[in-house]
């Protein structure tokens, strides 16, 4: 599976931002699917997945209530809704595939897209 992401940019501290992850390929469907993040420095960490259905999502303590991950297997789109950003939340993001589990792990992860970057001004 190929995967696109995009909808980075600046946004102010306590702003929104949707990121979209394009999928591509028949088996887009039977992926977990996430984003992870890379600030400048830090390792890749987790964010945020979701299961095949969507019905199952996990977040990473520091984003949740403040982001959401949904999916749309038929148009093979995951969306990362960012909201009540902070300056912390500055990295480039990366969608991910997996077929290991909800739990996604940068070790585990076996496709990935692009990055995006998301810088929040303080």
């Known amino acids: 599976v190929q995967l696109q992401a995009s909808g980075g940019g600046l946004v102010p501290a306590g702003g929104s931002l949707k990121l979209s992850c394009a999928g591509s390929g028949r088996s887009f469907g039977s992926y977990y699917m996430g984003w992870f993040r890379q600030a400048p420095g830090k390792e890749r960490e987790f964010v945020a997945s979701?299961?095949?259905?969507?019905?199952?999502?996990v977040y990473a303590d520091s984003v949740k209530g403040r982001f959401t991950i949904s999916r749309d297997n038929a148009k093979k789109l995951v969306i990362l809704q960012m909201n009540s950003l902070k300056s912390e939340d500055t990295a480039v993001y990366y969608c991910a595939a997996d077929q290991d589990g909800v739990d996604m792990s940068v070790a585990r992860v076996s496709y990935w897209g692009q990055g995006t970057l998301v810088t929040v001004s303080s």
């Open positions: 979701t299961s095949y259905s969507g019905l199952t999502t």
